[in-house]
């Protein structure tokens, strides 16, 4: 069974926060949530096609991290990246539009739920081959590097790109010309159904950076304002000296790889324990704690539940996506 | 107008668009400090600094992707492969991601970057480095592959390739790089599509690109001894591709060889094939042929290696065997 | 046991067909007389009727395709059988036909391609494959009867007016290649052409002098002309016509005659009919062929090569224009219906020709034919010959103009009737004693009605 460290069964000690800080990361966090519930729905109604992964117990990760850059700064995501587009300050409209393959979608329907991407917010992309964004992260950090732009550049990844040849040449690159990034390993524990122990010689995914001379970091995701705080760190290390980050943050995801996976490589008791630590019953307990008002907190979740309703019903009555875009090679200009 | 190597004429089309543009730089194993590993970057380290002209460790994955993100925001990458024989540890980066990302984007980002190196059979350096991939690339939607057989349109093909705002593949003939040709002092580009006739003729249509459009035309002196009139017709870019200087070939001379350098199941001459039977049925008077490699890894020994790759007397065994001379 | 299921003949003239619609498919049980598909053929859509009894286990046409006679087109057997070897061989070139067609078609040479071969040769031997060629036959088509001819050749022949079943191919199995077209149309040496196709004959051939038989002539540019695709039943016309005016040695014999009595007739008729149609000149003129070829049987006849066939029954064909052709329906034992049946059959198969919705069975058999242009103002025509019929009525208008009469100038009417006869069955007297009988009748029309 796959528990979080035994060092820390009892919750640490909850990061010093306010209400003006911890609302909107929760109202993101809770959009998110439930982005994905209805997208989940709407997959087991047919209306949204081919592979959808879920983020749903991950969200602390995309929101306190994103929280922390500004809005020039590239993110670079992998196919469960609907958190964190919407974190990067996309909106759920034509996200769940995407979704349906419609022609309101982000991208036109043209890309589906692996292949987000927003010139506007700098979003770079929803990838599908594991691992092998981390080089394009690293591309886009060597750009900002070659311009002198100061902008950073965030690469998500998942535990199980740790053994592909991409995020190994990704990384050494990173490390040898010191481009500003950081690489966050999301790491939910399995790779699709195998846990980390089956896949990794060392479960520690942040010991790769030791090898490069690196700086790392590695700890729980469950709670967004301790993510917050670390990646920051990190953040201001690439945005002032030019230095890349590995950072792993420990997580869990609620449901299956995708929506085709039942998940019953793990056992209910495994689930249950992660559950309890549902960090956004945890960030729901820290605002009522730090003093937001019950009608606050009503008017927060109504707002969030009337977005995504909208959401849904946006993507429903739009045109389907009518066209592609044609091979183009202009030649000579 | 001067007489210029293929190679050089190579580097002065990077030399001139670095100049022209700030966000163009190179990338690639050895192509700083060391000059290039075939000389092709030579003397480009010390005009446009370190910044601009970057040596990689071999990570061709790595720096592939390296290349491809920093495309994705605006820069103008210049990827050297030491050969294409290497491209398939990267092919995941230039299928997956260059090709694909102005289509998967709803056309939000575009990927400006340029894939070069030598490309095709060296001498006697064996399987893994002697070999024509050229078919491979051109299969996919979002690319551009290019492959100049002279030194004239190494320049100017490249200079478009680097000025193109989507991916290209740009295959250069490793055993051309010696080669000369007259190349002008004044700037030319050549436009992607555009096939050009290397040798005129009335009896029969040879289709080439890269090192086999010298060997057709060597084939075509010989065959010019028996009053064979051979036209040689190099298309210079497989995607996209000139069809109707095919076709207006065809149309005219009635008979057509495809002679390239890779395999033959799948290998591009096939569809160039289709093109012509599509186009100029009713002027046919005898089969497409095709000349290829053998069916095999290419083998290290020298006797065996020139058994395998078309050579001169192939061509002229088709160009017979397509005008009935040996029925 | 499961069986391959032939295209079988559904015309006596079929050669081919284009199945245009599955009834049944795979999984289907059929028994004979059971509808399986629908074909156009050279005449019309026929129907494919099965004549055995299983389950449909695989179909080898989809629909569209062009199907040669007794080409495999389905297997029949029971369910589950293995039918792996049948559709192998109903789906290689050389399959048996199930229904052995009139002249087999045979596939054309495959070559051996060197991919075909069982074992590679040694890398060492890697030997290029030599073109695979066979002895060259003298001239005329190559065994099989299909004639083999690169498509620039046959361009060619066209041009330079070459008939291509003169020429001797030097090509592989005989094909016939540009430099033999050239050949026989300078009967100069055979050399490498280096004259490209758009360029003029160098030599003014002797078979050039049909030069207005060429489609193109030197000079003009493309674009000058659009070739208009010709369909199955253009195609068929074609050549049965070709067939028909080369092979039938035709003489015509014409009648001219006054045809008053005869509209006097068919108003009295109609006037009988009411509401329930209308008789028309030419129904008239269809039953007096048929009355009078029950009368003068020796012209209800075939020639069958060795044999002069005299038909029993007199089966009338009729020739409707449809768009892009004709077709000929059949008014069957027209000798033997009263007039109003005549009429109303006869419109109900102009009719469904014009739609396409003949049966096979309503556009074959007829044992002579009646043709009519008088709706068009031709005063009179001469008619090919519909083999393997011996004889055709060709129908002119009728116009006003003097007669004589009582030795007297007068306003009168005219018909013209042009009979084409085979002069293998029918000798200018026997033809001209029919045609009187059939203009006696019109004269008289009262004789049709006995």
Same mark, same amino acid.
Request: aromatic letters at 8%; proline letters at 9%.
């Given at each position: 069974m796959t528990l979080p460290d035994s060092a820390r069964v009892e919750p640490e000690q909850?990061?010093?926060?306010?209400?003006?800080?911890?609302?909107?990361?929760?109202?993101?966090?809770?959009?998110?949530?439930?982005?994905?519930e209805a997208a989940a729905k709407a997959y087991s109604q047919g209306k949204i096609g081919g592979f959808l992964h879920l983020i749903i117990g991950q969200e602390a990760v995309c929101v306190g991290s994103i929280a922390t850059l500004k809005p020039e700064d590239y993110v670079v995501a992998t196919y469960r990246e609907h958190g964190h587009a919407y974190a990067k300050g996309i909106a759920a409209r034509p996200i769940m539009a995407e979704l349906y393959g419609k022609k309101t979608g982000l991208v036109k329907g043209l890309g589906g739920s692996m292949h987000l991407f927003d010139k506007a917010t700098n979003f770079l992309g929803g990838h599908g081959i594991v691992g092998g964004h981390v080089p394009l992260a690293a591309g886009a950090a060597f750009a900002s590097k070659y311009r002198g732009d100061g902008r950073v550049t965030v690469c998500y990844f998942g535990d199980g790109a740790a053994t592909i040849g991409g995020f190994a040449e990704g990384l050494a690159l990173a490390a040898l010309w010191k481009l500003p990034i950081v690489l966050i390993c999301e790491n939910n524990q399995y790779s699709m159904g195998t846990p980390l122990y089956r896949s990794l010689a060392v479960e520690d995914v942040s010991l790769r950076a030791l090898a490069h001379g690196m700086a790392r970091d590695r700890f729980d995701g469950d709670d967004v304002i301790r993510v917050k705080r670390r990646i920051a760190e990190a953040v201001e290390r690439a945005r002032t000296t030019g230095e890349p980050s590995l950072v792993e943050i420990v997580t869990y995801r609620f449901r299956g790889h995708s929506m085709s996976d039942p998940g019953?490589?793990?056992?209910?008791?495994?689930?249950?324990?992660?559950?309890?630590?549902?960090p956004l019953n945890r960030a729901r307990e820290r605002l009522i704690e730090v003093g937001i008002t019950a009608a606050a907190l009503d008017a927060l979740e109504a707002d969030v539940k009337a977005e995504i309703e909208d959401a849904v019903r946006f993507a429903e009555e739009s045109p389907a996506a009518d066209a592609y875009l044609p091979y183009v090679t202009k030649g000579a200009q | 107008m001067a007489v210029i190597s293929y190679r050089e004429a190579l580097n002065q089309a990077m030399r001139e668009e670095m100049e022209r543009d700030q966000d163009v730089f190179v990338m690639g194993e050895e192509v700083g400090h060391y000059n290039g590993a075939y000389k092709v970057t030579q003397g480009l380290l010390q005009r446009f600094s370190e910044r601009r002209v970057v040596d990689t460790p071999i990570a061709e994955m790595g720096f592939a992707g390296i290349g491809v993100g920093a495309a994705m925001v605006g820069l103008r990458p210049i990827v050297e492969f030491m050969t294409w024989n290497f491209s398939l540890v990267a092919i995941d980066q230039i299928v997956n991601s260059a090709a694909k990302m102005f289509q998967m984007s709803g056309g939000q980002f575009n990927i400006p970057i340029v894939f070069r190196g030598p490309s095709g059979p060296a001498v006697q350096v064996g399987s893994q480095h002697s070999q024509a991939l050229e078919s491979w690339y051109a299969h996919v939607p979002g690319l551009a592959v290019a492959l100049p057989s002279t030194a004239y349109d190494a320049k100017g093909l490249l200079k478009t390739a680097i000025r193109d705002d989507n991916p290209v593949v740009f295959m250069e003939g490793e055993t051309l790089y010696g080669t000369t040709g007259e190349v002008p002092e004044a700037e030319y580009l050549i436009p992607f599509g555009q096939g050009d006739i290397k040798r005129a003729g009335a009896d029969i249509t040879l289709v080439a690109w890269s090192r086999?459009?010298?060997?057709?035309?060597? *084939?075509?002196?010989?065959? *010019?001894?028996d009053g064979i009139d051979c036209e040689v017709v190099d298309p210079r870019t497989l995607r996209p591709l000139d069809v109707p200087i095919i076709v207006d070939s065809v149309r005219k001379t009635g008979r057509c060889v495809i002679a390239e350098v890779g395999w033959p199941s799948a290998g591009f001459g096939a569809e160039i094939a289709y093109q012509v039977q599509r186009h100029c049925l009713d002027a046919l008077d005898a089969p497409v042929e095709r000349v290829c490699s053998d069916d095999v890894p290419m083998p290290y020994a020298k006797n065996l290696e020139d058994e395998v790759q078309p050579q001169v007397a192939d061509v002229v065994a088709a160009v017979r065997r397509a005008l009935y001379l040996d029925a | 046991m499961a069986q391959i299921i032939g295209l079988p003949k559904l015309s006596p003239t079929m050669e081919e067909g284009v199945l245009v619609k599955w009834v049944k498919k795979v999984g289907d049980k059929v028994s004979p007389g059971d509808l399986v598909a629908e074909v156009e053929t050279d005449k019309a859509n026929m129907d494919f009727t099965i004549e055995d009894e299983g389950t449909v286990l695989h179909l080898f046409v989809k629909e569209g395709e062009t199907v040669k006679l007794g080409a495999p087109v389905a297997i029949l057997g029971k369910p589950g059988e293995d039918i792996a070897a049948l559709i192998a061989q109903g789906a290689a070139p050389a399959a048996a036909p199930a229904a052995a067609p009139p002249t087999p078609a045979k596939p054309a040479p495959v070559a051996a391609s060197p991919a075909a071969a069982a074992k590679p040769a040694p890398v060492a031997a890697a030997a290029k494959p030599a073109p695979v060629v066979a002895a060259a036959p003298g001239p005329g088509p190559a065994p099989g009867g299909r004639l083999l001819a690169s498509p620039l050749a046959k361009t060619l022949a066209v041009e330079l007016g070459i008939d291509l079943r003169t020429v001797t191919g030097s090509g592989p199995g005989g094909r016939i290649v540009e430099r033999d077209v050239?050949?026989?149309?300078s009967d100069g040496p055979r050399a490498v052409a280096t004259t490209a196709i758009v360029a003029a004959p160098a030599v003014a051939s002797t078979a050039a002098a049909s030069a207005d038989t060429a489609l193109a002539t030197v000079g003009e540019q493309a674009g000058d002309w659009i070739d208009v695709p010709a369909s199955n039943m253009r195609k068929r016309i074609a050549a049965r016509l070709t067939e028909a005016k080369r092979d039938v040695?035709?003489?015509?014999?014409?009648?001219?005659?006054?045809?008053?009595?005869?509209l006097a007739f068919r108003t009295r008729l109609n006037a009988l009919l009411g509401d329930r149609g209308k008789v028309s000149v030419n129904d008239l003129i269809v039953k007096s062929a048929a009355l009078a070829l029950r009368r003068v049987p020796a012209c209800n006849a075939a020639w069958v090569g060795d044999a002069i066939r005299r038909y029993q029954r007199v089966h009338v064909g009729i020739a409707v224009a449809i768009e892009d052709g004709l077709v000929t329906p059949v008014v069957r034992d027209a000798d033997l219906k009263g007039l109003g049946v005549v009429a109303a059959e006869v419109a109900d198969l102009a009719k469904r020709a014009r739609e396409r919705a003949l049966k096979g069975h309503e556009i074959t058999g007829s044992t002579f034919t009646v043709s009519n242009l008088g709706m068009f103002n031709i005063e009179r025509f001469t008619?090919?010959?519909?083999?393997?019929?011996?004889?055709?009525?060709a129908v002119g208008g009728i116009s006003d103009e003097p007669v004589v009469k009582d030795g007297a100038v007068v306003p009168g009417k005219r018909m013209t009737l042009t009979l084409s006869c085979d002069h293998r069955v029918i000798d200018g007297a026997l033809g001209a004693k029919l045609l009187a009988v059939i203009v006696e009748q019109l004269e008289a029309p009262e004789a049709l009605a006995l």
């Open positions: 909850a990061e010093p926060t306010t209400v003006d800080e911890l609302a909107p990361l929760y109202r993101q966090m809770l959009a998110i949530r439930r982005m994905e019953l490589y793990r056992t209910k008791d495994e689930v249950e324990e992660w559950r309890r630590r549902d | 086999m459009v010298h060997v057709c035309l060597d *084939a075509a002196k010989v065959l *010019a001894d | 050239r050949a026989a149309a040695p035709h003489f015509y014999l014409m009648r001219r005659f006054d045809p008053a009595p005869l008619a090919i010959i519909n083999p393997p019929e011996a004889a055709i009525l």
